[in-house]
């Protein structure tokens, strides 16, 4: 059987490997706990599952509209207007099958063969792998826990060439955390507009932002620059619904005639009764979002006090539920990189880590923080074990 070339580029998600390793190790009688995964460990708010059982009770199980049913793309632009004062309608909004989905059609849609994207370092590891097969370059962008894993606008201006046409920005980050001001997140579209260069801005975890820090958001700008830039979003973090698997975008309505064209010949439209449940959470009630968050910080500040009494540098995240420590000082000999070092632990202890290397940023390795506290620090336990075995 012969398999395309370009399947051949195309490296499988660090984050999923892991964890199927991790489940292997379990099958096998292993007590393994996953620090790997980006998934809550809350369940799914009760009106957002009666909304799904409505659905069906309803039998509302047919095709929809390629890019959503019209109430959730109305849901969309109304969440973005409630959240952040930016006016959209329902033809500014597409619906697909998460986050990733939404991120491959908006880069389907935008690139072209040769056509450079600028990914500042450390990214989510899916970006380059779509980015290659929208027949793209990507070009990163580096930046240090020094600087809060943020990037410059003298960072990016350095990595500009006459081929950049893409910028994708990531606030709260995946994998560090980090978030951008409004400012800074304002400073940059206006770079990005002056140098002809399109925005796609990732928030996916926006609402799951820590005080003192605010949520920020492109979502105004876009309303002044359609043209310039799209927003994407999705309900698997901030309402536990990793498996309904429901992103959206904000974007020029262009661009989702675009998206749709591309979805309609792929997926067409996500699943039905999972709309119905996106609505449910898009229209509210949002104090679950709330209560969440403050589990999330707590276990931040949980957290971070240990990696940091290690002795290991991290930032403090503002937002997501990551942490993205400096740990190439506990290298060894058997583990001379971030790959070896998360498969020590994973062998050695049972907790399994997602290497920075996939990341882009091998001297680090990514601990999630999305589960329950005791847990938590069992597993950080055994973690510094090995780090600090002399």
């Not at 790997?36 to 009770?57: I, M, N, R, S, Y």
């Not at 978030?179 to 799951?208: H, K, P």
Request: aromatic residues 10%; proline residues 5%; negative net charge.
């Amino acid at each position: 059987m012969r398999i395309s070339d370009r399947l051949a580029r195309i490296k499988p998600s660090a984050t999923l490997a892991v964890n199927t390793k991790a489940q292997e190790l379990q099958a096998q009688g292993r007590q393994i706990i996953s620090l790997a995964v980006g998934q809550p460990d809350f369940g799914t708010p009760e009106h957002v599952c009666k909304a799904a059982k409505a659905a069906l009770d309803e039998g509302f199980t047919r095709y929809t509209p390629v890019p959503g049913i019209p109430e959730l793309r109305d849901a969309v632009a109304a969440y973005y207007e409630r959240f952040y004062g930016a006016k959209a309608s329902g033809v500014n909004a597409i619906v697909s099958n998460g986050g990733k989905q939404v991120l491959y059609n908006l880069l389907m849609a935008l690139v072209n063969s040769g056509d450079e994207v600028l990914i500042p370092s450390p990214y989510w590891v899916s970006y380059p792998a779509m980015v290659q097969l929208a027949e793209g370059v990507s070009v990163f962008v580096p930046t240090t826990a020094e600087e809060g894993y943020l990037v410059t606008l003298e960072g990016l201006e350095a990595a500009r060439t006459d081929k950049t046409k893409v910028l994708i920005l990531n606030s709260p980050s995946n994998p560090t955390g980090c978030c951008y001001t409004q400012a800074q997140l304002e400073a940059i579209a206006a770079w990005a507009r002056a140098n002809d260069i399109f925005i796609i801005s990732d928030e996916v975890y926006d609402r799951l932002v820590y005080a003192p820090f605010t949520p920020a958001s492109l979502a105004k700008t876009w309303e002044a620059y359609p043209e310039s830039i799209a927003i994407v979003g999705a309900l698997s973090k901030s309402f536990c619904m990793t498996g309904w698997r429901v992103g959206y975008a904000l974007a020029h309505e262009d661009l989702v005639k675009a998206m749709t064209k591309i979805q309609g010949q792929s997926t067409s439209n996500i699943n039905s009764v999972t709309q119905r449940a996106a609505v449910a959470a898009l229209t509210g009630p949002w104090e679950v979002v709330e209560e969440m968050k403050v589990a999330f910080a707590r276990r931040r500040d949980l957290a971070y006090e240990i990696i940091t009494g290690w002795g290991a540098e991290c930032p403090k995240p503002d937002g997501a539920f990551y942490l993205f420590p400096v740990l190439d000082k506990f290298y060894t000999e058997d583990a001379p990189d971030s790959a070896a070092m998360c498969t020590k632990i994973l062998e050695e202890v049972g907790v399994a880590l997602v290497p920075g290397s996939a990341f882009g940023d091998d001297k680090c390795i990514r601990f999630s923080y999305a589960l329950d506290d005791e847990i938590l620090k069992e597993a950080l336990a055994k973690v510094g074990s090995v780090l600090l075995k002399k």
